[in-house]
């Protein structure tokens, strides 16, 4: 059977990726790289304060406007922008909440006119007080902006976890934050719109067609009908075009319509980095209890998020930092408190973890500190009280399969020589005067895939399988691949429930013209969530065709153009939903919030120059519970690049502020790792199927970016004997930390 299943490129196989040779030979058409007859390009110009009263707009007389398309607030049919909430506008009309909010939109053939025409436009802004941190919003009358401050809270109650903490032997306290970080995907935002008798065309590079499609029916008032939405190959996103790209859509949508010709809009870098959102900033404490002997007994964490000026997804951020609050262990008790707040600063959004890196940060550290204050090994700490099968966790979830935590513990143990290297290096162990110190640090988490609680059921997504001449299949949904694999696994899950080899499937091109809405790319839920209903549309569609051959003989091409020239079309078209027994109840927090997790050990070796304070990761293990590897190739490379995306945010990654105005928006002052920083990745597969996912698979694609951070700052305390409780951690961070060190020891 193995050898049957290599030959067709089914599910554990490593077929050539679908997008590979394109990418390779250059050919490959980003939105920038497609040619739009008769098109003209667009900008944006943005506020230059981060709160104000627009008190006009000068266009300066003595420029020529004649060929040039300007679009304000008052031209925009429904002036807000539909995601969560429709709180923020399209264009800025009487007030702005942020440096860099768009006001003007103008469109021109002649490129240098165009960045000259922005420079004629001037803003007259009444310049207000801003909020530009969580503690200006938190000590603020709560009406500066308008609205109550706080843009949205969740709460976790198991137990009375304050009364256990305080009954507890060993209780510790602490607080953990971490910042702001950019997607840095290669390929800036963009987008074409272009109309014709048919309706609205956009296309873009994005994550997510039909939520541009809801945008633009939202801000045109428009039929969805009359919209068609296109991805275009798309350059990496993170999260970053998620909801962004629906602002840019609506842009050259409203440009194009009164130009009357199509309109592109590709951000410069600068202006990417600057106007588009982030990863939220947070604030964790923590206080929590055990025993002596490592048992723990209650935890207690208050989440605090900088959500920026508008709503974007922080309220689903904010709801899955808090489900990972608590990690991957067993607590009797548990109380999760968070809210996020207003800021006057470009609202925060999506980006890969989804809140779950900044809890899962904390209550790792925390971890390290409550095994130092019992005089126990972090790990042995960590083993003692790991979740498992039957294991309750603080929403009253049950755990009944494919957790794969302890095996994934085992084997990063294993394989990096992790307590010999934890006994024999560190700073306790280097010679005197050592000018370079090494030391070792883990962190065990887990990730919950698929939408939170009951945003599965409700978003109901759905996939087409066509059945085309000579046996083929064409697999339609609005699932997107943007660098991560999707066209490919697609093929191998229908190639395999169909019965038919991997070259004989292809996917369409997400279009909402073509394809049914699959729900969004992102929550760690394309492969396990859709790709279940691929697998059962395909196991159906080869079905029908094996019947047909059973009744009227032939091979498999023949029963399918029977089946064709008899029917016309062949279309099996399903929905997904929640196994039985998967409820959550969104107004007590309580239930089965993921219908299954994934779960994984990092385990990281630094080294750390004493002169320089320069760290430099010189090897990194991975355990990985993935339920089962589509791809593992693809598998292995979600994880290594999430992996030092990790290691980009703990170490490098800052976002640097003053007044509103983020300092370093380029990729030559926003340091990210290059291929020359990653150490080397031994990332080991755990297979626990979950059943329900193709395959047995589980969504790894956030996993990744949850365990790296922690386990580097284990790591560097080992090193140098200095706890980081804040990242990034940069040199200049080290530098101080260790002076101060020496400061107190003399």
């Known amino acids: 059977m193995q050898s049957n299943v290599r030959s067709q490129g089914w599910i554990g196989d490593t077929p050539a990726r679908s997008d590979g040779p394109a990418k390779v030979a250059g050919t490959a058409r980003y939105i920038a790289d497609i040619a739009f007859p008769n098109a003209i390009d667009a900008s944006v110009v943005r506020s230059?304060?981060?709160?104000?009263?627009?008190?006009?707009?000068?266009?300066?007389?003595?420029?020529?406007?004649?060929?040039?398309?300007?679009?304000?607030?008052?031209?925009?049919?429904?002036?807000?922008?539909?995601?969560?909430?429709?709180?923020?506008?399209?264009?800025?009309?009487?007030?702005?909440?942020?440096?860099?909010?768009?006001?003007?939109?103008?469109?021109?053939?002649?490129?240098?006119?165009?960045?000259?025409?922005?420079q004629r436009v001037h803003v007259r802004i009444e310049q207000l007080p801003a909020l530009l941190n969580v503690d200006d919003s938190l000590a603020c009358n709560p009406l500066v902006l308008g609205k109550d401050n706080v843009m949205c809270s969740y709460r976790v109650v198991l137990g009375d976890a304050k009364a256990e903490i305080e009954r507890a032997e060993v209780v510790v306290r602490g607080m953990y934050e971490v910042g702001h970080q950019e997607q840095m995907y290669i390929e800036p935002q963009g987008c074409v719109a272009y109309w014709d008798d048919a309706g609205l065309h956009v296309v873009g590079?994005?994550?997510?067609?039909?939520?541009?499609?809801?945008?633009?029916?939202?801000?045109?008032?428009?039929?969805?009908?009359?919209?068609?939405?296109?991805?275009?190959?798309?350059?990496?996103?993170?999260?970053?075009?998620?909801?962004?790209?629906?602002?840019?859509?609506?842009?050259?949508?409203?440009?194009?319509?009164?130009?009357?010709?199509?309109?592109?809009?590709?951000?410069?870098?600068?202006?990417?980095?600057?106007?588009?959102?982030?990863?939220?900033?947070?604030?964790?404490?923590?206080?929590?209890?055990?025993?002596?002997?490592?048992?723990?007994?209650?935890?207690?964490?208050?989440?605090l998020m900088d959500a920026g000026a508008y709503v974007t997804m922080t309220p689903v951020v904010l709801s899955r930092g808090v489900l990972h609050a608590c990690g991957a262990y067993r607590w009797p008790t548990a109380l999760v408190q968070s809210k996020a707040v207003i800021t006057n600063t470009p609202p925060n959004g999506a980006f890969r973890g989804f809140g779950a890196p900044q809890t899962i940060f904390a209550v790792e550290r925390h971890m390290d500190r409550m095994a130092e204050a019992i005089g126990m090994e972090p790990m042995a700490f960590r083993q003692k009280n790991l979740l498992g099968i039957g294991a309750t966790m603080p929403t009253g979830q049950v755990l009944n399969g494919s957790v794969g935590v302890q095996e994934c513990v085992q084997r990063a143990l294993e394989k990096s020589d992790y307590l010999r290297k934890k006994s024999t290096l560190g700073k306790a162990n280097s010679p005197a005067g050592a000018t370079k110190v090494r030391g070792v640090g883990a962190s065990v988490f887990l990730h919950g895939a698929g939408f939170t609680g009951s945003g599965e059921d409700r978003l109901k997504g759905a996939v087409e399988l066509d059945l085309l001449k000579d046996g083929h299949v064409r697999v339609?949904?609005?699932?997107?691949?943007?660098?991560?694999?999707?066209?490919?696994?697609?093929?191998?899950?229908?190639?395999?429930?169909?019965?038919?080899?991997?070259?004989?499937?292809?996917?369409?091109?997400?279009?909402?013209?073509?394809?049914?809405?699959?729900?969004?790319?992102?929550?760690?839920?394309?492969?396990?969530?859709?790709?279940?209903?691929?697998?059962?549309?395909?196991?159906?569609?080869?079905?029908?065709?094996?019947?047909?051959?059973?009744?009227h003989g032939g091979s498999f091409a023949e029963a399918s153009n029977r089946l064709l020239e008899r029917e016309g079309t062949v279309v099996v078209h399903r929905r997904y939903a929640h196994p039985a027994g998967v409820k959550f109840d969104d107004a007590t927090y309580t239930g089965t919030a993921y219908p299954a997790?994934?779960?994984?050990?990092?385990?990281?070796?630094?080294?750390?120059?004493?002169?320089?304070?320069?760290?430099?990761?010189?090897?990194?293990?991975?355990?990985?519970?993935?339920g089962r590897a589509i791809h593992p190739v693809l598998c292995r490379g979600q994880l290594d690049g999430g992996a030092l995306q990790s290691i980009g945010w703990a170490l490098c990654e800052e976002v640097q502020w003053k007044d509103g105005h983020i300092?370093?928006?380029?990729?030559?002052?926003?340091?990210?790792?290059?291929?020359?920083?990653?150490?080397?990745?031994?990332?080991?597969?755990?297979?626990?199927p979950y059943?329900?996912?193709?395959?047995?698979?589980?969504?790894?694609?956030?996993?990744?970016?949850?365990?790296?951070?922690?386990?580097?700052?284990?790591?560097?305390?080992?090193?140098?004997?200095?706890?980081?409780?804040?990242?990034?951690?940069?040199?200049?961070?080290l530098f101080d930390a260790w002076n101060e060190s020496q400061r107190e020891r003399r």
């Open 48 to 118: 230059h304060v981060p709160r104000g009263r627009i008190l006009g707009i000068d266009f300066d007389p003595n420029f020529d406007w004649s060929d040039v398309t300007i679009i304000t607030a008052k031209d925009v049919p429904c002036n807000e922008i539909a995601e969560i909430e429709c709180d923020q506008p399209a264009l800025a009309d009487d007030q702005v909440r942020h440096v860099y909010e768009p006001i003007v939109l103008l469109a021109c053939e002649d490129k240098t006119k165009l960045q000259r025409a922005v």
């Open 205 to 303: 590079s994005m994550q997510c067609p039909y939520y541009v499609e809801k945008a633009l029916a939202h801000a045109l008032r428009l039929e969805r009908s009359r919209i068609d939405v296109t991805q275009s190959v798309t350059g990496g996103a993170f999260g970053g075009k998620e909801e962004y790209p629906s602002v840019v859509a609506v842009h050259v949508a409203l440009l194009s319509k009164k130009a009357g010709r199509p309109v592109r809009m590709i951000y410069e870098r600068q202006e990417d980095v600057q106007a588009t959102t982030k990863r939220h900033p947070a604030r964790v404490t923590v206080e929590a209890g055990c025993d002596r002997d490592g048992t723990l007994r209650g935890i207690a964490v208050d989440i």
């Open 476 to 551: 339609r949904s609005s699932s997107t691949d943007m660098g991560q694999g999707t066209e490919t696994v697609f093929r191998q899950i229908a190639a395999q429930a169909a019965g038919v080899p991997f070259e004989n499937v292809s996917v369409a091109t997400p279009s909402t013209a073509h394809v049914p809405d699959s729900g969004p790319t992102v929550a760690s839920r394309t492969v396990m969530i859709v790709g279940s209903i691929v697998e059962s549309a395909a196991k159906e569609l080869g079905e029908r065709v094996r019947n047909e051959q059973q009744q």
């Open 597 to 626: 997790y994934a779960w994984a050990c990092d385990i990281a070796e630094v080294e750390v120059d004493l002169d320089t304070f320069e760290i430099d990761v010189v090897g990194f293990w991975s355990a990985v519970d993935v």
């Open 663 to 688: 300092l370093n928006p380029r990729m030559t002052t926003y340091i990210v790792p290059t291929a020359l920083d990653a150490p080397p990745f031994m990332t080991d597969l755990v297979e626990e």
């Open 691 to 733: 059943t329900f996912g193709p395959g047995g698979a589980k969504g790894i694609g956030e996993l990744p970016m949850d365990g790296g951070a922690p386990a580097l700052a284990a790591a560097i305390e080992h090193a140098t004997g200095i706890a980081f409780n804040r990242i990034p951690m940069t040199p200049e961070r």
